[in-house]
């Protein structure tokens, strides 16, 4: 049997570090084949980065102010060296001005919490594209059916926790119709998505470029339009100002929590306007804090109390 490469790094942050509110965004709904928390400490991932498969383990250590990584397979060595712009380390708020209390205590409630930037758009946006027009459960359902079928178990201790590595591009480009439609998925969103796994290339190249260049990339593929390329933005390129517009709850959230009233994209652009630049730091900072517009009730206000790191 050919031994798994394992490898092993600490890293250090230059400031606080709340690891569960960072990497949070990259799990696709509690039952994601492709990753594992215990909700606390620690933290797995099963990902395909360009040199191949790997399992992430992180555990946070907050009173030594670190964080431990190991990475198994042949992604290991690629995965250990992004890990501090997967953290956010690139991540820069110097610029940020809190226009509003509840944006302020949100801050100063998740200090810790900062743009990631996996670097992997196709990982990214593929399963954003089944997410199109359908519920967060008919879609983690149709990424999970999808990915425990034509994905591969995970290398290391992420096989003992049965996660599956995402498939390949040339993979999700070779799953037949039927087979999409059996999870759901019609052809409005398994044609971009495949049209990404054929594209995955140039795709790949965004990393590293200006980001409204990336998107612009990004959203010339059929069927991706700006609120996919923001959700991309979000996660694989560490974009602070890639906000969420065509959601469906993020205007109306966001609305809510800093005027009391729901609004629209229209709306959500001209609250938003003091923070061009920093505009889904916002919106992040805001869901992490839990705010969401209540069906009946007063209008939302943060807790003043500030919890553990996690």
Same mark, same amino acid.
């Given at each position: 049997?050919?031994?798994?490469?394992?490898?092993?790094?600490?890293?250090?942050?230059?400031?606080?570090?709340?690891?569960?509110?960072?990497?949070?965004?990259?799990?696709?709904?509690?039952?994601?084949?492709?990753?594992?928390?215990?909700?606390?400490?620690?933290?797995?991932?099963?990902?395909?980065?360009?040199?191949?498969?790997?399992?992430?383990?992180?555990?946070?250590?907050?009173?030594?102010?670190?964080?431990?990584?190991?990475?198994?397979?042949?992604?290991?060595?690629?995965?250990?060296?992004?890990?501090?712009?997967?953290?956010?380390?690139?991540?820069?708020?110097?610029?940020?001005?809190?226009?509003?209390?509840?944006?302020?205590?949100?801050?100063?409630?998740? +200090?810790?919490?900062?743009?990631?930037?996996?670097?992997?758009?196709?990982?990214?946006?593929?399963?954003?594209?089944?997410?199109?027009?359908?519920?967060?459960?008919?879609?983690?359902?149709?990424?999970?059916?999808?990915?425990?079928?034509?994905?591969?178990?995970?290398?290391?201790?992420?096989?003992?926790?049965?996660?599956?590595?995402?498939?390949?591009?040339?993979?999700?480009?070779?799953?037949?119709?039927?087979?999409?439609?059996?999870?759901?998925?019609?052809?409005?969103?398994?044609?971009?998505?495949?049209?990404?796994?054929?594209?995955?290339?140039?795709?790949?190249?965004?990393?590293?470029?200006?980001?409204?260049?990336?998107?612009?990339?990004? +959203?010339?593929?059929?069927?991706?339009?700006?609120?996919?390329?923001?959700?991309?933005?979000?996660?694989?390129?560490?974009?602070?100002?890639?906000?969420?517009?065509?959601?469906?709850?993020?205007?109306?959230?966001?609305?809510?929590?800093?005027?009391?009233?729901?609004?629209?994209?229209?709306?959500?652009?001209?609250?938003?306007?003091?923070?061009?630049?920093?505009?889904?730091?916002?919106?992040?900072?805001?869901?992490?804090?839990?705010?969401?517009?209540?069906?009946?009730?007063?209008?939302?206000?943060?807790?003043?109390?500030?919890?553990?790191?996690?």
């Amino acid at each position: 049997m050919t031994a798994v490469a394992h490898l092993s790094r600490t890293h250090r942050p230059s400031r606080p570090l709340q690891l569960g509110a960072v990497v949070r965004i990259f799990m696709r709904g509690g039952g994601d084949p492709t990753s594992w928390s215990d909700r606390g400490r620690t933290w797995v991932f099963a990902w395909r980065v360009p040199t191949g498969p790997v399992t992430l383990r992180l555990v946070d250590h907050p009173s030594l102010g670190e964080v431990e990584a190991q990475a198994w397979g042949e992604g290991a060595e690629w995965m250990l060296d992004r890990l501090p712009a997967m953290l956010g380390e690139e991540d820069d708020d110097s610029g940020f001005v809190a226009h509003h209390d509840v944006v302020a205590q949100a801050r100063r409630r998740f +200090e810790g919490w900062r743009v990631p930037a996996s670097g992997l758009v196709v990982q990214a946006l593929i399963p954003t594209i089944i997410e199109q027009r359908v519920t967060g459960k008919e879609a983690f359902a149709a990424y999970r059916m999808l990915v425990r079928h034509n994905g591969t178990p995970a290398p290391g201790i992420g096989a003992d926790l049965r996660l599956v590595v995402p498939p390949e591009p040339r993979a999700w480009a070779l799953i037949p119709s039927w087979e999409w439609l059996r999870a759901g998925v019609d052809g409005a969103r398994s044609r971009p998505a495949v049209t990404v796994a054929t594209r995955a290339g140039r795709l790949e190249e965004t990393v590293g470029m200006p980001w409204l260049d990336a998107r612009r990339r990004i +959203e010339s593929l059929p069927g991706v339009g700006r609120w996919s390329s923001a959700e991309v933005a979000q996660r694989a390129l560490g974009d602070p100002d890639a906000v969420s517009f065509g959601d469906y709850h993020v205007a109306k959230n966001i609305g809510w929590a800093l005027t009391g009233t729901p609004v629209d994209d229209d709306g959500l652009a001209e609250l938003l306007e003091p923070y061009a630049g920093h505009r889904y730091r916002v919106q992040r900072l805001l869901e992490l804090a839990g705010a969401m517009r209540p069906r009946r009730g007063p209008r939302f206000t943060l807790p003043t109390h500030l919890p553990g790191r996690s």
